[in-house]
C-alpha cells in the first residue's frame, strides 16, 4: 500500500486525521507551508502514533514541489485540507482566497492525472448549503448559496471536482462537508491553534477560561431558535479525523464523486456550549449579549445518515468530552508559550 498525502497535514484537522491514519496502520506525507501552523506539530503526531510521518513544507499550488512529493513517495489518494478558511478575512482578501484555494485544488489534480493517483478526498463545509437549505442538511440538497468567498471557494472546487471525475472515470472524489469541529487529541498534545483574536467559539471560550480575555461575547440573543443564540452542530476532531478513514476506504472501492455531512446530527445552542463548558471543566465562561454577526445563520445541523448508512461512520464523542479536550489543550498551549 503506497501513502497517503495529507496537504494541510500540519493544520487542526489534517493533524489529528494524520494521527488517526497512522494508528490504522496507514502511511502518510504531511505537505504544509505552515501558513496556519507550526512544524513542530509533525513531530507531535510522530509522538502521539509511535511513528513519525515525513513532512514537507511546501505551497499546496506548486506544482515542482508537489511532483518532486510524488516522485519521492507511492501517493495513492490525496486528502486536501490546505487552504485559508477564515469566514470574515476571506471577504476582506477575496482575491487570496480564491487564488490559495482554487491554485492548490487545480495543482494536485494535475499532478496526481500525471502520476495515476485517482484518489481524492476533499475538505468542504456546510458552509456550501447556504441560507435557503432547511435544517437538517441533507447532501441532496442544492448547495452553492454561499454567503462569503471563503464558501464560494469550497463550492467552486466542489464543481471542478465533479467535472474531473465525469470527464475521468478512473478518478474516485470525496466530498466531505464538515460541520463545526472542535475539541483535540485527548493526549493534549495537538489541537487548534488561532492566531490573534479567535473568530470561532471554542477557541474565545477556551481562552476566556484561562483569562487571556474577559468575557465571552454572544453573537445575537434574539434569533428563532429554543434560547434565541445560534445553533451548530459541534463534532469532536477525532471524530471527524476518524471519518476520513472510512472515506479513504471508501474511495478504494468507488470511482466518480460522493458527498458526504461528517457531522453528529444534533445542533447545540451558543448558550448550552457555554453551559456545557463550564459543567465539564469546573471553568465559569463570563459572557455578555452583543449584536449578531453578520452572516451568521440561525441554526444548523447534519443529517449525518448517509455517512452512517455508507461508510459505517458516526461520531461518537459527546459535548462535554469536546469540552474537556479543548480545555485540556488550551491548558497545555499556554504551557508551551
Ligand atoms: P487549519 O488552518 O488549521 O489547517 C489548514 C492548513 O493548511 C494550515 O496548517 C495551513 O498552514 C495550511 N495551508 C494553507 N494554505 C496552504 C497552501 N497553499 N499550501 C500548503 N499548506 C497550506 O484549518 P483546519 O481547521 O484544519 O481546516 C482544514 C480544512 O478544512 C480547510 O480546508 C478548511 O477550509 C476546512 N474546514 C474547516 C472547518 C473548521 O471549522 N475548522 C470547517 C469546514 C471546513
Ligand atoms: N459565536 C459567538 N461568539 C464568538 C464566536 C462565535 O457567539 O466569539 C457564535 C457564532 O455567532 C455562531 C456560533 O458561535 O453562532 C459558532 O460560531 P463559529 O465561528 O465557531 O462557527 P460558524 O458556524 O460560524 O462557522
Redo the contacts with the bound molecule.
Keep these: 500500500m503506497g501513502s497517503v498525502l495529507l496537504t494541510g497535514g500540519t493544520g487542526f484537522i489534517g493533524s489529528h486525521t494524520a494521527v488517526e491514519l497512522l494508528l490504522a496502520g496507514r502511511d502518510v506525507v504531511l505537505l504544509d507551508d505552515l501558513s496556519n501552523s507550526e512544524a513542530g506539530v509533525a513531530e507531535r503526531i510522530g509522538r502521539i502514533a509511535g511513528r513519525q510521518p515525513p513532512f514537507v513544507r511546501a505551497d499546496a499550488a506548486d506544482r515542482r514541489a508537489l511532483r518532486r512529493v510524488f516522485l519521492d513517495w507511492d501517493i495513492e489518494a490525496v486528502v486536501h485540507f490546505a487552504g485559508f478558511k477564515a469566514?470574515g478575512e476571506s471577504a476582506a482578501r477575496p482575491l487570496a482566497y480564491y487564488r490559495n484555494n482554487l491554485d492548490s485544488a487545480l495543482s494536485l489534480l494535475e499532478t496526481m492525472a500525471e502520476f495515476g493517483c485517482r484518489r481524492f478526498i476533499f475538505s468542504s463545509s456546510a458552509t456550501v448549503y447556504g441560507e435557503r437549505c432547511p435544517v437538517p442538511y441533507r447532501e441532496d440538497m442544492p448547495a452553492g448559496d454561499c454567503s462569503s468567498p471563503y464558501g464560494r471557494t469550497k463550492y467552486m472546487i466542489e464543481e471542478i471536482l465533479k467535472d474531473a471525475a465525469a470527464a475521468d472515470g478512473s478518478l474516485s472524489v470525496v466530498l466531505l462537508r464538515y460541520f463545526?469541529p472542535i475539541g483535540a487529541h485527548e493526549s493534549g498534545l495537538i489541537g487548534e491553534k488561532p492566531s490573534g483574536i479567535p473568530?470561532?467559539?471554542?477557541p474565545?471560550i477556551t481562552q476566556v477560561a484561562a483569562g487571556l480575555r474577559p468575557r465571552?461575547?454572544?453573537?445575537?440573543n434574539d434569533y428563532p431558535t429554543r434560547d434565541g443564540t445560534?445553533v451548530?452542530d459541534y463534532i469532536h476532531v477525532t471524530d471527524l479525523a476518524r471519518g476520513h478513514l472510512a472515506a479513504l476506504g471508501f474511495a478504494e472501492a468507488h470511482r466518480g464523486t460522493e458527498i458526504f455531512n461528517l457531522g453528529t446530527g444534533r445542533g447545540f445552542s451558543?448558550l448550552e456550549v457555554v453551559r456545557a463548558f463550564g459543567e465539564a471543566t469546573g471553568q465559569p465562561v463570563p459572557f455578555e449579549f452583543a449584536p449578531r454577526?453578520p452572516g451568521?445563520l440561525p441554526e444548523f445541523y447534519a443529517d449525518a445518515s448517509k455517512a452512517e448508512a455508507v461508510l459505517g461512520w458516526r461520531a461518537e464523542k459527546s459535548l462535554a468530552d469536546m469540552c474537556r479536550d479543548s480545555w485540556r489543550w488550551q491548558q497545555n498551549a499556554l504551557k508551551q508559550d
Excluded: A, E, I, T
Design positions: 469566514v463545526n473568530n470561532n467559539l471554542m474565545y465571552l461575547n454572544v453573537f445575537g445560534c451548530r451558543v454577526r451568521d
